[in-house]
């Protein structure tokens, strides 16, 4: 099996052109998201956050608009903060090494209104954006390195397919209501893994005072046999398309 990433480019099938969920999933984190840069800067001043060149991880960036709008958003929340807000930022942006961030930097020079360019100044912050791929479950950068880490709509991602599920869960590529209880205790244990390990490395690469803000997907019911938010891959993995390992988004 290959690891498969988004669709590249900015074609009709393109994930650029075709991510109106995960932006709508994106917006949903941003009251979380500016209280927490508050606290940073403006509750845990001990830190000294203001002084230093703050370094940020948007970790499953993927390519495309949304993640000029994480970027955008985040520098007009520091904006806000006044007399509070760093002077200088940092953002590293990660996804896999298969990403298009050819594409995703293209489109970010062509955007000089949305504030992120290279060298882009907005209310005195100056932003510096550096492409970062690799697998989230794996080391990413130096310890005590970080302020801060986003997520959104990436770590139910697998680093994975569950072992012994081959066969078991064939032609599926998530929980499928139709199959064995087994099943569902193998993603919930791979999840557990993945997340243990996830949270472990950005422990040590997030410095002291840092935060972290993750979207997750979820359900509103515990039943996982329920059809729910995975409705829609189910129906995907019916279409008989090529199955593929996806992992780190």
Sequence with gaps: ???KNMNAGNGETSYANNSVLQKVMITKTWPALDETLKEMFIKTDEYEFTKCIWKMADLGCSSGPNTLLVISHIIEQLSKLQEHAPREIQVFLNDLPDNDFNNLFKLMSTNTNTNTNTNAKNNNIECYIYGTPGSFYGILFPNNSLHFAYSSYSLHWLSQIPQGLEKTNKENICIA???????????SNQFERDFTTFL??????????????????????ADPTSKDELKALTLLSETHFPIWLLRGF
């Design 1 to 3: 099996m290959s690891v």
């Design 177 to 187: 209501t139709t199959r064995p209880p087994q099943v569902f205790e193998a993603y």
């Design 200 to 221: 472990k490395l950005r422990g040590e690469e997030i410095r002291g005072g840092g935060r972290m803000v993750l979207g997750f997907i979820g359900r509103s019911v």
